[in-house]
């Protein structure tokens, strides 16, 4: 029977872990994509106490103290999560079954998909959903950003200092970006804005060679020879699993009171997949701090009962 079982392996769940074990609680750390979102980025210029730090020693960091601790940690995807009678849990993964006194969701968000024929054929072959992780490969290339809010606009700005040429390629008739990003992009000779403008199809053959577009307003289509689309269109919470635990919003985050607890007693939650407005590590890590705590004050106050 373990104290806590923390899903999710991104800075929400380390810290959950660091926190736990600093209490004394049996923990164990499962998630199936190592570092989250934080993998996916290149450098990381806004956690305190790093000037600059590359994301996989920062991940490996995060590692190495919740095993120095004592925390377990393991590779794998929760399949099923049951309330026992005793107020516990029991977490399914593919081939194990723990037991557990209370539970910390840390999963993060995912990328949100364009759905569009191609997108998943090139995944990983031209199409990408991190400017900072892959936008190295793409040197005096042309490239497709999809999307006009801060994150597109801000890859887009990115990707111009490495590319030959970058389409900023948005469906609506505003960028919705801050407007100092707004004005920057602008201001770059090699970004041309394409508003009123959707991607229909991405097309190549063993990698990206072109994307057939059109635009809404004139609805007229015509190809782009690109050799990369950064799909930049947001982060979505795949809560259904816990959709019997918890309340969520209108966005399938999960709703959170000041010491992260959700409807359910014993289940916490942390981190970007919560209602928190704003989506950054040290957010995420402030909020694992507080579950953690209070899931270890939540099983002292029952242990009295």
Same mark, same amino acid.
């Given at each position: ?57 920062? =991940? $490996? ?13 393991? !590779?794998? *995807?929760? @399949? /099923? +999560? ?97 407007? =100092? $990003? ?13 508003? !009123?403008? *959707?991607? @229909? /199809? +991405? ?103």
């Amino acid at each position: 029977m373990y104290d806590t079982i923390i899903i999710g392996a991104g800075p929400a769940g380390y810290t959950a872990g660091i926190y736990a074990a600093r209490r004394e609680m049996k923990a164990l750390i499962i998630g199936k994509e190592p570092g989250g979102q934080v993998a996916m980025a290149s450098e990381i210029e806004n956690y305190p106490g790093f000037k600059s730090i590359n994301s996989y020693e920062l =991940v $490996l960091k995060f590692q190495e103290q919740v095993k120095a601790l004592g925390v377990e940690i393991k !590779n794998s *995807e929760v @399949k /099923e +999560i049951v309330k026992l009678e005793n107020d516990s849990f029991e977490i399914k993964t593919g081939l194990e079954v723990f037991k557990t006194k209370t539970v910390i969701i840390a999963i993060g968000l995912s990328p949100r998909r364009l759905a569009i024929k191609g997108e998943q054929e090139f995944a990983g072959k031209g199409v990408s959903y991190c400017a900072n992780c892959d936008g190295p490969f793409y040197k005096n290339k042309i490239i497709a950003v999809v999307g006009g809010g801060n994150a597109a606009v801000d890859a887009a700005e990115l990707l111009s200092k490495i590319g030959q040429k970058v389409y900023l390629i948005h469906r609506s008739e505003k960028l919705t970006a801050f407007n =100092v $990003l707004v004005d920057e992009v602008k201001s770059r000779e090699n970004i041309d804005i394409l508003l !009123n403008t *959707e991607i @229909k /199809e +991405i097309i190549g053959s063993k990698n990206v060679k072109k994307v057939q577009i059109i635009n809404n307003e004139k609805h007229k289509e015509k190809f782009l020879d690109v050799d990369g689309v950064f799909v930049e269109i947001g982060r979505i919470a795949h809560t259904d699993l816990i959709e019997n635990f918890v309340e969520r919003d209108n966005r399938m985050q999960i709703k959170v009171d000041e010491k992260c607890r959700t409807k359910t007693k014993g289940m916490f939650a942390c981190g970007d997949v919560t209602n928190v407005p704003f989506k950054q590590i040290t957010t995420a890590v402030g909020q694992a701090t507080i579950a953690a705590l209070a899931a270890y004050q939540y099983i002292q106050l029952k242990d009295k009962e």
